[in-house]
Nanobody, 125 residues
Framework: QVQLVESGGGLVQAGGSLKLSCACSGCSEVIFSGNYIDAMGWYRQAPGKERELVAAITRRGSTNYADSLKGRFTISRGNAKNTVYLQMSSLKSEDTAVYYC?????????????WGQGTQVTVSS
């Protein structure tokens, strides 16, 4: 069973940086496995807004970013490929949201498969 656990959220001042981590247990690198995971990524949901994609990455390192966040946010994957990180810099108050880790067999299925519980990021101005 795939389980995602996020960490690293918290309170930060505007202009500061924060790094989120997401560890996947049960994620398989074997493509024929029912738990095969290729894509991992981050979504966020601010109060009163819909959940939106922040960034995603495949095992091979292909990335996809929300256009508005390119240059400030960087997604990366750990050597074991079952951990994904989100380095956030130059944070703004509008980045305040609950950040959710997501995982799926492929990039096009990300958001429809597995979710973490979410971690709160609050940026104070």
């Amino acid at each position: 069973q795939v389980q995602l656990v996020e960490s690293g959220g918290g309170l930060v001042q505007a202009g500061g940086s924060l790094k989120l981590s997401c560890a996947c247990s049960g994620c398989s690198e074997v493509i024929f496995s029912g738990n095969y995971i290729d894509a991992m990524g981050w979504y966020r949901q601010a109060p009163g807004k819909e959940r939106e994609l922040v960034a995603a990455i495949t095992r091979r390192g292909s990335t996809n970013y929300a256009d508005s966040l390119k240059g400030r946010f960087t997604i990366s994957r750990g050597n074991a490929k079952n951990t994904v990180y989100l380095q956030m810099s130059s944070l703004k108050s509008e980045d305040t949201a609950v950040y959710y880790c997501a995982a799926a067999r492929s990039m096009d299925r990300l958001g429809d498969a597995y979710w973490g519980q979410g971690t709160q990021v609050t940026v104070s101005s």
